[in-house]
């Protein structure tokens, strides 16, 4: 399942219609501060998590809704216009294959690709009210029909949602706002960046026993080879301190085994987005500004290391994230964001001039490890040789290098040193005879 394009109108600070498209697999939002683009993407968030309320698609039914059974993380009291309230309308269009319907034995009875829903939030005395605009499956709009396939139009409804393999362990939402950081249950502060959360899924995927879970760690390690420029040649492993029964993450060179709080901010930084991005189980991701403590180079390789995510089966398929990078900004499904006149705006275009970084090289084939100690011994001994013969030797063999069937010429005479000036040390440089 792919996000087409989504609009909003209404939420928060979003006071008129606000159109994100067309959208691709990495989606970036670029703009100065207080202008949406955090809002955005929660309020797609908000989309998903109404789409769970209820399982009707016909725009006359009505769900009414107190303050109890808000969406998580969008208490009414937050997300309705300050100034005047009114209601809160989502359209999202998606892509939704067949194929991916019937893998999960849901047989499709209309054309499903593409499905535009609409919803309209609106606030009440003591809570909101929810109501389905638009469910159109192909050229059916199923929230005017009054027959044609409504169950499979419900039941279409509760896959989107996530709420079809309720309370099985398919169960999960098809939306997640990521915080790389966020600490674990039990609140406990960590010496680094990378949370106790992240740490302890990682390491639970290391030792499972289920092929699905142990994936997510072989991922998490293939997006890491990344990091080798940085870190030299080496793996990230997992370790466990029974003393302090707590779980930890590492980085093994071979000789050297360290503690993933002993490497550099940034490092970190990217450990835990990475880290969190591989163990999320939503299809659609959306976080905020993952450059905070990324280099340049280390934004390329988060760029890299998300293609790879995105192509590999069973993960995320679409990413939305917030930014105010050059270069996270220059991809090519970004989109600028400005208020004119008080009214939010947004329209599809990449951050001028900040896609001009070389491209990064090609990391080395897995495995490899880097240049053996045979081969840096030959270097070595090599750099030893060089440094034995003169520079005007260099010099001649260079230039009969040059020229196909040369014999070597013989070296010139050495010109007679000058005299040194007064006062300069007695001293001077012998060549090696």
């Avoid at 409504?150 to 997640?176: D, K, N, Y």
Wanted: hydrophobic share 45%; proline share 10%.
């Amino acid at each position: 399942m792919r996000l087409i394009s989504f609009t909003v109108e209404g939420y928060k600070n979003l006071t008129a219609a606000v159109s994100l498209g067309p959208l691709g697999g990495i989606n970036a939002l670029h703009g100065a501060n207080n202008v949406g683009k955090s809002n955005l993407i929660a309020a797609i968030d908000l989309f998903f998590g109404l789409l769970a309320i209820g399982g009707r698609v016909s725009k006359d039914q009505f769900a009414a809704l107190d303050a109890n059974e808000a969406v998580p993380g969008h208490p009414f009291a937050e997300i309705f216009t300050v100034l005047s309230p009114a209601a809160i309308r989502l359209q999202a269009e998606l892509s939704l294959p067949e194929q991916e319907l019937r893998d999960a034995n849901i047989e499709p009875e209309c054309p499903t690709d593409p499905v535009a829903i609409s919803m309209e939030l609106s606030p009440v005395a003591s809570g909101a009210q929810l109501r389905v605009t638009q469910f159109r499956l192909g050229k059916v709009d199923m929230a005017i029909e009054t027959s044609g396939p409504v169950g499979f139009a419900e039941a279409l409804r509760a896959f989107i949602a996530g709420t079809f393999f309720l309370q099985t362990e398919q169960s999960f939402r098809p939306f997640a706002l990521l915080d790389p950081y966020r600490p674990g249950p039990d609140g406990a502060a960590e010496p680094g960046l990378v949370s106790r959360r992240v740490r302890d899924e990682l390491f639970d995927a290391r030792q499972s026993l289920d092929r699905q879970r142990r994936a997510r760690w072989t991922l998490f390690v293939r997006l890491m080879r990344e990091l080798e420029p940085e870190l030299g040649p080496g793996e990230f492993d997992t370790a466990f301190d029974r003393s302090t029964g707590r779980a930890d993450l590492v980085y093994d060179t071979g000789t050297t085994t360290m503690s993933v709080d002993r490497l550099g901010t940034g490092v970190q930084r990217l450990v835990a987005l990475l880290g969190s991005l591989v163990l999320v189980r939503a299809t659609l991701v959306g976080f905020a500004e993952p450059e905070l403590g990324l280099t340049p180079s280390l934004q390329q390789r988060f760029l890299r290391a998300a293609g790879t995510l995105l192509a590999t089966p069973g993960g995320p398929t679409q990413l939305f994230f917030t930014t105010h990078s050059p270069l996270l900004g220059a991809g090519e499904a970004a989109f600028a964001m400005e208020r004119r006149d008080g009214i939010p705006h947004l329209e599809p275009r990449a951050w001028e001039g900040g896609g001009l970084l070389p491209p990064l090289p090609d990391l080395p084939a897995a495995g490899s490890g880097g240049p053996s100690p045979a081969d840096l011994d030959a270097l070595i001994g090599l750099v030893d040789q060089l440094a034995e013969i003169e520079p005007r030797e260099l010099v001649a063999a260079a230039q009969t290098a040059q020229v196909p069937g040369a014999e070597a010429a013989p070296p010139p005479a050495a010109a007679p040193s000058p005299e040194p000036p007064a006062g300069a040390p007695p001293w001077k440089w012998q060549p090696k005879r």
